[in-house]
């Protein structure tokens, strides 16, 4: 089961749009000198996470994607007009082409923030970073929203929480719109609390359901806690990513 199946198994469709050509991170990387580079500075003993990861976004945002190179080409080709560049860690706007091609570099740095590289140095393998990325025409929709099917700060199931603002997904990223923030039992997928912020998201109860059980099967789908953005267009739930949560880690407690 594919991301595509388990949204419509959801009742949800995935936004237009084109994933970047397989390899185009690897291709960069080896474009502008950085493989051995890049295995020497997550090797290096003596940087901390953060200045090893301040030194390669630094590294990836100042090496140069080509026009011509597979990706270069694809980012060109589609964005001819607003688009969303959606990383692995991060989703950002583009006006047009030649801001597009240095989103992708900014989507492809936010996977070597510290906390996506330090859950790859925990799980051995720092490297292991394929660099997809989705560019997505941007769609004119009703309302928009990120869901969270588990409490991010606890990590907890019975919850899911949801913040919301008329429009399309790219003024929720702007930060020009006024949020409303929702808690959902999951199972229900009712209102547990009191809603709150500016009252304008236009989320009814229906809509909230059908996000609760969209949040719900990713969660089922990726076996973890997920963010996911959906825009809503009419009485299509569109979906535009779902990813991991970086919950909170155990308390590991001694042997006795």
């Avoid at 007009?81 to 989103?103: F, Q």
């Avoid at 304008?200 to 609760?212: D, G, S």
Wanted: proline share 5%; glycine share 10%; aromatic share 6%.
């Amino acid at each position: 089961l594919d991301f595509a199946a388990a949204a419509a198994a959801a009742g949800a469709d995935p936004s237009r749009g084109l994933e970047l050509p397989a390899g185009s991170w690897r291709a960069f990387v080896e474009a502008n000198g950085l493989a051995q580079w890049l295995r020497q500075t997550v090797d290096d003993a003596s940087l901390g996470l953060r200045l090893k990861s301040e030194r390669i976004r630094e590294r990836i945002l100042s090496g140069r994607l080509a026009d011509s190179s597979p990706a270069g080409s694809a980012v060109l080709a589609a964005a001819s007009g607003p688009v969303l560049i959606i990383g692995e860690d991060a989703t950002l706007k583009s006006e047009g082409a030649a801001h597009a091609l240095e989103s992708v570099k900014q989507a492809w740095a936010a996977s070597w923030a510290p906390g996506p590289l330090g859950a790859r140095l925990r799980a051995g393998d720092a490297l292991a970073y394929e660099g997809r990325v989705r560019i997505e025409r941007v769609e004119e929709a009703d309302v928009s929203g990120v869901a969270f099917s588990r409490d991010p700060g606890s990590g907890r199931r019975e919850r899911i929480l949801i913040e919301a603002a008329p429009g399309s997904f790219e003024r929720l990223l702007a930060g020009d719109a006024e949020a409303e923030f929702f808690t959902l039992d999951r199972t229900t997928g009712r209102e547990a609390a009191p809603r709150a912020g500016a009252g304008k998201a236009a989320l009814t109860p229906r809509r909230l359901a059908r996000v609760a059980r969209l949040a719900r099967s990713l969660d089922a789908w990726m076996g973890a806690g997920v963010e996911v953005s959906f825009s809503f267009s009419g009485a299509r739930l569109l979906v535009h990513h779902a990813r991991a949560l970086e919950l909170p880690r155990p308390l590991v407690m001694p042997a006795r």
